[in-house]
C-alpha cells in the first residue's frame, strides 16, 4: 500500500512538472484593433471593418521560418474604447476573420444574439485548428464584421483584442 501511494505521489509529482514547463515555453501574443462604429451605420445590416496587424508583425516580421509551431487562438474579446460609459447593447452580431497574404480568410471568433449592457464582451472562440501559416505570413489582416440592433446615437470606438497562444518549434 505504501509503495502504491509513493508511486501516485511519484506520478502526480512528474505530471505536474511537464505541465508547468509547458506553461513556461508556452508563447502568448497579442493582437489589438480599433473599430469605429458612427452614427450612420443601419441597423439589421452586416457592416465590415478591416485592420492590418502590425503588432503581430513584430514579433514575427512575416518570418515564415519563425520558431513557433501549433498557434492557436487563445481568447477574443470586444470592448467599448469610447466614448467613456459606453456600452456594447447596440451590438446584434460581432464576427473576427483573420487572414494574411496567400492564405484564406479564417473565422476565429463570434458572438450572436449579444444582449449585454457591459462595456466589454468575450467572443465564443472557433476551433479553426492551427494558424501557423496564416501568422507567420506577412500582413496578418483583421477583418470584424458586425450587426447593430439599432442605430448608435453617436460615434463609438470598439477595441477587438485577440490572443494567439504557440510552443516553440525545434
Known sequence: MKKIFLMAAAVSVVAVSCGTVQSLVQNTFPYTA?????????????????????????????????????????DAKISVASPSGGNLSAFKTVKVYISSGGTGERLVASRSNI??????????????GFLDEVVKSSGLTVRTVYELKNQTSSDMNIKVALNFSSVPAK
Open 34 to 74: 480599433n473599430v469605429l462604429i458612427s452614427t450612420g451605420v443601419p441597423a439589421d445590416k452586416e457592416v465590415s471593418s478591416t485592420s492590418t496587424a502590425t503588432n503581430v508583425q513584430t514579433w514575427f516580421g512575416g518570418n515564415n521560418n519563425a520558431k513557433i509551431k501549433d498557434v492557436r487562438i487563445s
Open 115 to 128: 444582449s449585454t449592457n457591459s462595456s466589454s464582451l468575450n467572443l465564443d472562440l472557433n476551433d479553426t
